[in-house]
């Protein structure tokens, strides 16, 4: 069996996300170096704070302001910081309870090593030197020796000029993408110009691409068939958008095709005839295009177009 | 209530990579297996629920893919959760009680082979607060795992024990991935060694449902259903107490767990430290036999492992070693969210 084809596949979005009152609040503050807990109706103060109370679900709105100094509750070192993660030399992940709060924040800790580190230790939040209101605004905590300052925290209103109201999440993951055995075999008989689909044993449908398995009977599809060159449009859509980085002039037409031999319709470009003279029926074929790797689209072979009888199962 | 049972159970061999397979290949033949267990045809199913996530495959509607192992065509009755098997098992037990169907096909499946799970989970994270520090799924256990050596509850020798009990038994399970002897290795993130943590797996699991007497049609000892729940915690981590699993104790009581005694526990902990609160949760002594299979610290293909150890516990009672087992799924970081199924074996 031939090895299966692998390639890298980036998912890449820039979330982007609105903030409530609260969390606006908490993320404006953060670029202020000002850190901002919410005040349950049991006055209990949370801290990151939250728009809903974790307990009773009651809306809460009570802002206070809390110190940006605290204490680990509990931690765990890092030796191999991961992309995306706060520091890039080895530190400790930690959960905070900063003075004046009853919970606490996840964050990093900047520590020379894991045995500077021990839950109940004192830590005060280093600020990131450019600030845009997110949780990355606090660079990370390091070690304080100083006590708590002892304050109650103080009532806050939350405002703020210029409040940030949403912020970016990026997110990016890194795959390798393998397509499967089946489909593993299509692309590489389309290197050659030939569609293959795989028959099923049950059926003798033969699906194009094949996909390993056939979705009527459930079971594993295995003989490889060689369908087309040529096919019938089993039906069509004339396409009067345009899609972004494609150099096609619009109106264009896009089909379903049935590959002489298939069972399956596959879909493409139809091409080489007047948008508003393609018809169901129409026969076509693949058109290549130097150094391309599946076809550009299809063209009218010239034949007489097919009855509609050899492909009213297809549409 | 409606009596409801597993009646057959099947899973794939479990292992690092499976880039020759597809989703689809991969999952197909233990559909066969659990079809070919009853002698069922697809279109004698009258319901169909499966559980996976687009974010391992990277790519949107993925588990549409597999429905092609299913043979969706005529149509049937199909319905996803993005989340682990054991929530799909979950909503077919609803539909079985309901009274609508009186069979059910249950599958789930976890590739973990195409990108790096550790980061693929911090996307489950609060995107406000958390998400943007990417703090690792190994980060957050271990926060954890400190938490409960903290707090006096373990420590690292017992947390060895526990990754070397569960491989060990685990050598009796021919689908698993880590067997036998598995050294506790460097520290990931301390204080949770390589041992300490699961495989990363790619593997498939499926069930059939069924009620009442097609149960005992289907099956010479059905694992009967006595009860399920699932409940959830906050999400935010600093307002939990990392160190206990309420929401695990609550559903067990709801399921009747606490009602009578449990001779075989299947929990679903991908790490040692977790299998020390769940045991506190659901306090299970000594005599219960834990994770018999190896659980997840021996195969834990994503989205699979938590049906995974249901359909263990209900193997054990159809093979008659196991009269009442308790069955545990979890999602989310450090068990926030936990589900809890009472399986027993008719008396013989």
Redesign the interface.
């Known amino acids: 069996m031939p090895e299966v084809l692998k390639a890298p596949l980036v998912v890449e979005f820039p979330f982007t996300r609105s903030l409530g009152p609260v969390q606006s609040a908490f993320l404006t503050g953060l670029r202020e170096q000002t850190v901002l807990g919410v005040k349950t109706s049991e006055g209990k103060i949370l801290v990151p704070p939250v728009e809903y109370d974790p307990v009773t679900a009651e809306e809460i709105r009570d802002l206070v302001q809390v110190d940006a100094t605290g204490t680990v509750t509990t931690w765990a070192w890092n030796p191999e910081p991961r992309r995306g993660q706060p520091l890039d030399t080895a530190f400790a992940w930690v959960l905070v309870k900063l003075d004046g709060a009853d919970t606490a924040l996840l964050h990093a800790l900047d520590a020379p090593g894991p045995d500077a580190v021990h839950s109940g230790m004192r830590v005060r939040v280093r600020w990131a030197a450019e600030r845009t209101g997110a949780i990355t605004d606090i660079a990370c905590f390091e070690p304080y020796e100083g006590d708590a300052s002892g304050t109650e925290p103080a009532a806050h209103d939350g405002q703020f000029d210029d409040a940030v109201s949403g912020i970016v999440a990026r997110a990016r993951l890194d795959y390798t993408y393998s397509p499967g055995r089946a489909q593993t075999a299509y692309i590489n008989a389309l290197a050659d110009r030939k569609a293959v689909g795989e028959r099923c044993p049950n059926c003798s449908k033969v699906y194009v691409p094949p996909r390993g398995a056939c979705p009527t009977c459930g079971v594993a599809t295995a003989e490889r068939v060689e369908v087309g060159p040529a096919g019938t449009v089993t039906t069509f859509c004339i396409v009067n958008v345009k899609a972004k980085n494609l150099d096609i002039e619009l109106p264009y037409v896009y089909g379903h095709i049935a590959l002489d031999g298939a069972d399956l319709a596959l879909h493409g470009r139809i091409a080489g005839i007047p948008y508003d003279q393609v018809r169901m029926g129409l026969r076509v074929e693949p058109v290549w295009t130097e150094g391309g790797r599946y076809p550009d689209h299809y063209r009218p072979t010239g034949e007489p177009d097919a009855d509609y009888d050899t492909y009213k199962e297809l549409v | 209530m409606r009596e409801v049972a597993i009646v057959a159970f099947a899973q794939s061999d479990h292992v690092r990579t499976s ?7 991969m999952v ?1 033949p233990v ?2 297996q659990v079809l070919e267990q009853t002698g069922l045809k ?1 279109s004698d199913i009258g319901f169909t629920c499966s559980g996976s996530s687009d ?1 391992l495959a ?2 949107a509607f993925s588990f549409t ?1 597999t ?7 005529p149509p049937i009755s199909e319905s996803h959760v993005e989340m682990d098997g054991a929530w799909a098992m979950y909503e077919a037990w609803v539909k079985l009680l309901t009274g609508e169907v009186d069979t059910a096909l249950v599958y789930s499946y976890g590739k973990s082979s ?3 799970v ?3 989970l911090t ?1 489950q994270l609060d ?10 799924a190994v ?2 256990a ?6 409960l050596i ?1 707090a006096g509850e373990t420590d690292e020798p017992a947390l060895a024990g526990i990754a070397a009990r569960s491989r060990e038994s685990a050598s009796t399970n021919s689908h698993a991935q880590l067997t036998g002897s598995v050294p506790q290795g460097d ?1 990931l ?4 060694r390589k041992g300490d943590c699961p495989p990363v797996s790619d593997g498939a699991v499926a069930v059939i449902l069924a009620a009442g007497d097609k149960a005992r049609e289907l099956c010479e000892r059905p694992a009967w259903i006595r009860g399920m729940d699932h409940r959830i915690e ?1 999400h ?4 939990r107490d ?1 160190t206990d699993s309420p929401s695990t104790r609550l559903a067990a009581e709801r399921a009747g767990v606490f009602e009578r005694p449990v001779d075989t526990a299947e929990l679903h902990a991908p790490f040692t430290s977790q299998e020390v609160v769940l045991r506190k949760a659901l306090g299970l002594g000594d005599d219960v036999t834990l994770n018999p299979s190896g659980g997840a610290l021996a195969a834990n293909p994503v989205m699979a492992a938590g049906l995974l150890r249901i359909g263990e516990a209900a193997a054990r009672i159809h093979r008659g070693e196991s009269d009442r087992a308790v069955a545990h799924a979890t999602s989310g970081p450090c068990l926030q969210q936990n589900l809890v199924a009472v399986l027993e074996g008719e008396a013989r």
């Open positions: 880039d020759e397979q597809s989703e689809v290949e197909m559909l066969h697809t974010y990277g790519r893919m429905l092609d192992g299913v043979g969706a065509w195409p990108g790096s550790r980061d693929v996307r995107p406000y607060y958390v998400a943007p520090l990417w703090p690792d980060a957050l271990a926060l954890q795992a400190q938490a903290d520290y993130v301390q204080p949770l906050a935010s981590l600093g307002v990392l």
